[in-house]
């Protein structure tokens, strides 16, 4: 429709195996890599002349100092409604097979004062809510804490309605005295770390080059969870070269035994350029071929097993990371099993996760109603029915849903009309996290 019209393309996905794409083909230039100068040197070229030659540009990467921190352009609407994406660095020294960051030669630092004041800018505009992008924040301890320090002294002066909230991605086995002295003084509500686990396989670590202190990784997450208030989101990646879903049910049981507050559960993707590509054939890696490339099958995973496992993490996601069961959960992990067979938190919601998708045949459209009815018909007959319910009617009360469960009815009490509709915020999850102890068990 517009022959003159010139595509330019950049970003991760077309800058690796750039001749394999068919959109590549189309466009006019694609652009490799870092595209900060790059794409306005292309850009001043096409229109000013003289003619680019080449239709692929390697992306040139400038020293950071010489980038224009783009804070500036959040408007007062972005402040007000929008989580902000702020970074101190860019690249990781780390070379984790799965991830795009394994091609950095390492870490890069913006001149901090430079970010502090651009932050500064931010806060006296109102901000509250900041998302540091960096893929390591805990990399260059002295910057860490001087960030930190940053936000501990405006809260020192704000007012006790003035809420906020930072998100930092951390390695898990770096936590020297420092960082942590720090950490402990942010009250609740205001951290949330994402903690990339990813594995306890120490064969499947060393496949994938990652290096990762487990028993130091175990300590800092217990450490965490005592003596800070930091929200802690740990993930876990099923379906990496080697690992067996018994041995990645050993690891979610022992990180589920240390207690973060959400686990992720994720399903290996195979990036464009990562170098997790070439274990391909000695692993059976089998991938699907349209975005994001997810992981179909491997030499020890069949593809039923990890369509079984996607179905467990959409149940883990709406049961347990939503905070709404607290009190259920428990007794759906710790159930006792009923042929005398070992078992395990992971087998236990596996089992309850292949009951549900037989009893709903979906993993959307599940409302808390029809959780807690599934939750009371699958427990109910192995438990205590009102042991059962007694847990479900504490966790849909503390939940704030205002329907009526089949297994509740009659239980739940007059409630006043809800106000006015309310935004949701970021720590309304969080907060279900942090309800009273669970039930005990029955005996």
């Not at 096409?46 to 400038?62: F, N, S, T, V």
Request: proline share 7%; with cysteine.
């Amino acid at each position: 429709a517009r022959p003159d019209l010139k595509i330019v393309l950049g970003g991760p996905e077309v800058s690796h195996e750039v001749e394999d794409q068919a959109i590549t083909r189309l466009a006019d230039h694609v652009i490799t890599g870092w595209g900060d100068v790059s794409f306005a040197k292309l850009c001043r070229a096409l229109l000013d002349g003289p003619q680019p030659l080449m239709k692929i540009i390697p992306g040139e990467q400038p020293p950071l100092a010489e980038l224009e921190l783009p804070y500036g352009e959040y408007s007062d609407a972005d402040l007000a409604h929008r989580l902000l994406y702020v970074e101190a660095s860019r690249g990781c020294p780390f070379k984790c097979e799965f991830c795009l960051s394994a091609l950095d030669k390492t870490a890069w630092g913006f001149e901090l004062d430079r970010v502090l004041a651009a932050l500064d800018g931010l806060y006296q505009r109102g901000a509250r809510t900041f998302k540091f992008v960096d893929r390591t924040f805990n990399l260059k301890i002295e910057h860490s804490v001087r960030i930190l320090q940053f936000f501990l002294d405006r809260m020192a002066t704000a007012s006790g309605g003035d809420a906020l909230f930072l998100h930092f991605e951390v390695i898990p086995d770096h936590l020297p005295e420092l960082l942590r002295a720090m950490l402990a003084q942010f009250p609740a509500g205001v951290l949330q770390l994402e903690v990339g686990v990813q594995t306890f396989n120490v064969a499947v670590q060393k496949t994938i080059s990652r290096r990762q202190d487990n028993d130091a990784t175990e300590a800092n997450l217990r450490w965490l969870l005592v003596h800070t208030h930091a929200h802690l989101h740990v993930d876990l990646i099923f379906g990496l070269p080697g690992e067996t879903l018994q041995s990645f049910a050993d690891g979610f049981d022992r990180l589920l035994a240390i207690g973060p507050h959400e686990i992720q559960l994720g399903i290996l993707k195979r990036l464009r350029g990562a170098p997790i590509a070439r274990h391909g054939a000695a692993h059976g890696m089998v991938y699907a071929t349209d975005p994001p490339y997810t992981v179909q099958h491997t030499g020890v995973v069949d593809a039923a097993t990890l369509q079984r496992f996607g179905r467990l993490a959409r149940y883990w996601e709406l049961l347990a990371n939503s905070g709404r069961f607290v009190k259920t959960l428990p007794l759906l992990l710790h159930r006792p099993p009923v042929d005398g067979s070992v078992t395990s938190p992971f087998w236990n919601f596996m089992a309850f996760s292949d009951w549900l998708w037989q009893r709903q045949g979906s993993t959307h459209r599940l409302t808390p109603e029809a959780l807690v009815d599934a939750l009371f018909d699958y427990l109910g007959a192995s438990l205590s029915p009102a042991h059962v319910r007694e847990a479900l009617l504490a966790d849909y009360l503390a939940s704030g849903a205002r329907a009526n469960p089949k297994a509740l009815q009659g239980l739940l009490p007059r409630r006043p009309a809800l106000p006015a509709k309310l935004g949701r915020t970021l720590t309304t999850r969080q907060e279900r996290h942090r309800v009273p102890t669970p039930l005990p068990l029955p005996s």
